[in-house]
């Protein structure tokens, strides 16, 4: 028989350790391999409790002007609405200052402002709508042609709205969102509360990712976390300048024989001494000491510590996406430094905050008011209206001056050329609630106002024999503007601008076609 060979033990087979092979790679210095120790850093992202941002925004104040400063700034100034449906200025002007006063009335800039800043600081918040809609229960959907009333507006912090439901349908356009909240409120009164989304106005904070909607029960992080450790080491570091500071001098005394007095167990002479120089220095304001004695004070140095600080300055501002002279209320410095490329980057920051972030929830909070039965509107949502924020930079009077002389000279070569009319120009700097240097021009044509042709075929009369010319007019006009007429544009061209067929004789220009049918024109 033939015997087997015992099986040999298995061997653990190690797996080659991950190499990473996108970065250089120099085996001499080490960099790049095992060795180097910059291969061993990664990112770990900082996520902070509602609790830790709480503590922060209200015991730092760089903080508190990281949370604040946005929204402040974009509802700093009233929004100016514009309803271009209304042609009567008298009207169209009460219509605005009704709604405007009742946004004022249901608190609408305080209730944003506040729900923006806890966005900011906690990750997360909302606005709950108090509709009268003749629902008995706010879990219901809100039903917008029902609302009768709107009684306040109450402002969310994320931690008090637990999401119960949500939406898993990946059809539906707001997949992957809570639809149905649970009130947790801090006094106990009206915890368990159910309410729908749709009653809400979500501001869902900072998210990075939608990977997985319900982490950290879909709301976003907050903005101290990517600051944390800027503001961690800026503060640590003006920290131990004020503790240096405590010990900028130091008073340093040579006794003789120091060493053998505490060794003979007197440490107290030493105090009497050392005592006695200190009283002696604040009452004649001069040292007496023994010839044998030594006086002197040691000063720490703080060279180049401004520079270290200004350095971590930088380096919060960063973090905290705002200019140095705006987190530090500091002008700026250096030569022919004016600050005024700062303040228009911090201004662009601020209006595209509140073009993302503003308007949004603004806009929706004036449908809603609009909705409303009992509101300025009467539940009927004006056509045509806009909302505009006003400009943050604010030019000077001769700034103005200056702009309003170049628009001027602008509209007169218009006006010269035949490209505006004086009406025109008159309704769009005046005719609003305010100067605009914008020219919007209706180009629809004005069927009272144009150069009527005729409306049926005519026979032009002519002498017997002769062959007669029929002029086909169609019943449509044509608005025929001076720059048309100073132009080779022809009939057939003109009348394709508005869809209209071609003429058989209307291959000839404006100017000229009118020369030749003078009588018919004139007869229409």
């Known amino acids: 028989p033939t015997k087997r060979k015992p099986a040999s033990p298995r061997t653990a087979v190690t797996k080659p ?97 506040k729900a923006l800043e806890y966005e900011r600081a906690y990750g997360g918040s909302a606005i709950y709508v108090g509709a009268v809609d003749g629902a008995t229960d706010a879990a219901t959907p809100l039903r917008m042609a029902s609302i009768r009333a709107i009684r306040h507006l109450t402002v969310f912090e994320r931690r008090q709205l637990v999401p119960v439901q949500w939406q898993e349908d990946p059809m539906e356009p707001d997949y992957g969102k809570p639809w149905l909240y649970e009130v947790q409120a801090f006094s106990g009164v009206g915890t368990g509360q159910k309410v729908h989304a749709s009653r809400l106005v979500i501001f869902k904070g900072r998210r990075v990712t939608d990977r997985n909607p319900t982490e950290n029960d879909g709301w976003g992080d907050s903005v101290l976390s990517l600051a944390w450790d800027a503001l961690r080491i800026f503060n640590q570091a003006y920290a131990g300048v004020g503790y240096t500071m405590l010990d900028f001098s130091v008073a340093i005394m040579k006794i003789k024989g120091l060493a053998a007095i505490v060794a003979a167990n007197s440490p107290e002479a030493v105090a009497n001494r050392a005592q006695a120089i200190e009283f002696g220095r604040s009452i004649a304001k001069t040292i007496l000491i023994d010839a044998e004695e030594e006086y002197e004070r040691k000063t720490t140095t703080l060279a180049g510590v401004p520079d270290v600080l200004s350095q971590f300055s930088t380096r919060l501002a960063a973090a905290a996406r705002m200019p140095i002279s705006k987190l530090f209320g500091q002008s700026a410095s250096g030569l022919n430094a004016t600050g005024e490329g700062d303040a228009r980057n911090w201004y662009d920051s601020v209006a595209a905050y509140q073009e993302d972030h503003v308007r949004p929830p603004y806009e929706h909070l004036l449908r809603l008011i609009f909705a409303s039965k009992s509101g300025p509107t009467k539940g009927i949502e004006p056509e045509n209206w806009s909302l505009k924020f006003p400009s943050l930079w604010q030019p000077t009077e001769k700034e103005r001056a200056e702009t309003r002389k170049i628009v001027a000279e602008t509209d007169a070569i218009n006006y010269d050329m035949g490209l505006v009319t004086s009406a025109e120009l008159r309704n769009a700097r005046f005719g609003g609630e305010e100067y605009s240097a914008e020219t919007e021009i209706d180009d629809t044509p004005d069927m009272a106002q144009t150069v009527a042709l005729a409306s049926q075929t005519e026979q032009a009369p002519v002498p017997q024999g002769e062959q007669q010319t029929e002029v086909a007019v169609a019943r449509n006009t044509v608005e025929l503007t001076p720059t048309d007429l100073a132009t080779i544009i022809t009939v057939n061209e003109k009348r394709a601008e508005f869809g209209l067929p071609p003429w058989p004789d209307g291959n000839v220009s404006i100017s000229e076609y009118q020369a030749r049918n003078a009588a018919v024109i004139g007869k229409a």
């Open 17 to 113: 350790r991950a190499a990473r092979l996108d970065s250089w790679r120099n085996i001499l210095t080490g960099l790049g391999t095992s060795n180097d120790k910059g291969t061993y850093a990664e990112v770990i992202p900082t996520v902070l409790t509602q609790q830790q941002c709480e503590d922060l925004w209200r015991g730092d104040d760089m903080a508190d002007m990281i949370v604040t400063a946005l929204p402040s700034e974009a509802l700093q100034a009233k929004p100016t609405l514009t309803i271009a449906s209304i042609e009567d200025a008298e009207i169209r002007a009460a219509a605005v200052d009704a709604i405007m006063t009742a946004l004022s009335d249901l608190g609408v800039k305080q209730a944003l402002l």
